[in-house]
């Protein structure tokens, strides 16, 4: 298994790209967030890697963070969930948003990405679920406020405020803070903003 690559990029062509590793040119597709973060044409590029053998051909698929390759790696154990429709979500969504959605059971985060319905939407959440989600859930909002920031966070989401909101509004939250104080201090927070 080729685990990693580096090398000189030669050619991006979204999802492709075109690594010279002395004299060899490799092909790697990569999700949408790690082209994003590409060097220059003829700079140096190093991306980790997982190689899928199919009967038809040998793909290796290039990621920028051992995270990313650990949830496409994930995804693609599930059944009807391919290569192709693992990096088609990982473009669609970065890998906090993937969790978060999981942890918050949201299918409808899932729909809006291209090639995902709602059959394959709720699949992925049932079969990460404890996989990916509430051990891998780590926005900063989350983490700056403690142990209960699940639960607050939650609760403001059910209240019917945004993703955005509910973040800006958990920066208030000290670390710590319990359940009911910390619904108190956020939403003190969203009626001044």
């Known amino acids: 298994m080729i685990g990693r690559i580096a090398g000189t990029l030669l050619e991006k062509n979204p999802p492709q790209l075109l690594i010279d590793c002395q004299g060899v040119g490799y092909e790697v597709d990569v999700p949408m967030s790690t082209f994003y973060n590409l060097p220059a044409l003829g700079e140096k590029v190093a991306l980790l890697t997982h190689l899928a053998i199919r009967e038809d051909a040998h793909v290796l698929f290039g990621f920028g963070s051992a995270e990313e390759r650990a949830t496409f790696r994930q995804l693609i154990k599930i059944s009807g969930v391919g290569s192709r ?22 299918a409808g985060r899932l729909t809006r990405i291209p090639g995902i319905g709602k059959k ?63 619904i108190k201090l956020a939403l003190k927070a969203l009626s001044k903003a």
């Not at 780590?138 to 966070?153: E, K, M, N, P, W």
């Not at 909101?165 to 958990?170: F, L």
């Not at 803070?177 to 910390?182: A, E, I, L, N």
């Open 85 to 106: 429709t693992a990096l088609a979500i990982l473009s669609g969504m970065s890998v906090a948003d993937l969790s978060q959605a999981i942890t918050l059971q949201e």
């Open 120 to 182: 394959t939407a709720e699949r992925l959440l049932l079969e990460l679920k404890g996989k990916l989600g509430a051990d891998l859930f780590t926005s900063s909002a989350a983490v700056a406020a403690g142990d209960h920031s699940g639960d607050i966070l939650n609760a403001l989401l059910a209240l019917g405020y945004s993703d955005k909101e509910a973040a800006i509004a958990m920066k208030s939250v000290p670390a710590g803070t319990g359940v009911s104080d910390g």
